[in-house]
């Protein structure tokens, strides 16, 4: 298998503008999840799907910020309007949660470098 | 809220010594992860910890897990440069999908 796959890797932007991260899950997961890691808060989860469906969003810092699951191999998180303190490392990870309620381990994607000036 | 501490936050260690990373956390759980990041890299999963008293090795690594103490700790035998990575410890809440992260232990390894 691939992995989990994210691009871009590293996005420049101005701030004001849209940005677009994607995702694309291990196949056979069920489970994905978008992370931001910065030097001062370190990791931090915004936004848990099961089954495509959002389930708990309530890292995601504000309303600039929407994350979309449209099938079980893509999702995406969305800045719009882009800041400067938006700038940090934005990681996605898959994983498979079982009927019995266990989650195997969180696989992490590459991640993608965002640097809003 | 399930709170994850590791310490040392930095480490320098010369080749050849051991070394101990602890992770403490707040609340009762039976998942525990360690991760290794290199500088600009993701987060690579090392050892998966679901039993009170599981140890892994791999390597010059290895992982326990003490869930009464709320404690695990990840050993370094004989480091070696190649060794020298940020090392994260992730703690699965009660919640069943979230994981809460330490701040990472920076370690460098000096010949």
């Known amino acids: 298998d691939a992995g989990v796959i994210q691009s871009p890797r590293h996005e420049v932007t101005e701030m004001g503008q849209e940005v677009t991260l994607r995702c694309k899950p291990i196949?056979?997961?069920?489970?994905l999840f978008w992370y931001r890691q910065t030097m001062m808060r370190g990791l931090e989860l915004l936004i848990y799907f099961n089954n495509n469906v959002p389930i708990d969003d309530s890292g995601m810092p504000e309303d600039r910020f929407s994350a979309k699951m449209p099938n079980a191999s893509f999702s995406t998180l969305k800045i719009q309007p882009s800041e400067p303190r938006d700038s940090a490392v934005y990681f996605c990870?898959?994983?498979?949660?079982?009927?019995?309620?266990?989650?195997?381990?969180?696989?992490f994607g590459p991640g993608t470098r965002l640097t809003v000036t | 809220e399930l709170k994850v501490e590791q310490n040392p936050l930095f480490l320098s260690m010369q080749e050849g010594k051991n070394y101990t990373i602890y992770c403490n956390y707040s609340?009762?759980?039976?998942?525990l992860y360690w991760y290794r990041q290199d500088p600009g890299k993701s987060l690579e999963s090392l050892f998966v910890?679901?039993?009170?008293?599981a140890v892994k090795q791999e390597g010059r690594l290895m992982a326990s897990l003490d869930t009464k103490a709320r404690l695990s700790t990840l050993h370094i035998t004989a480091a070696v440069h190649d060794l020298s990575a940020t090392y994260f410890c992730?703690?699965?809440?009660?919640?069943?999908?979230?994981?809460?992260f330490g701040k990472g232990t920076s370690l460098l390894v000096t010949p």
């Open positions: 910890l679901l039993s009170n008293g």
């Open positions: 992730a703690v699965g809440s009660n919640s069943g999908y979230a994981l809460n």
């Open positions: 609340t009762t759980s039976d998942r």
């Open positions: 990870a898959s994983s498979f949660l079982r009927t019995s309620g266990a989650l195997s381990e969180q696989y």
């Open positions: 196949s056979g997961h069920n489970s």
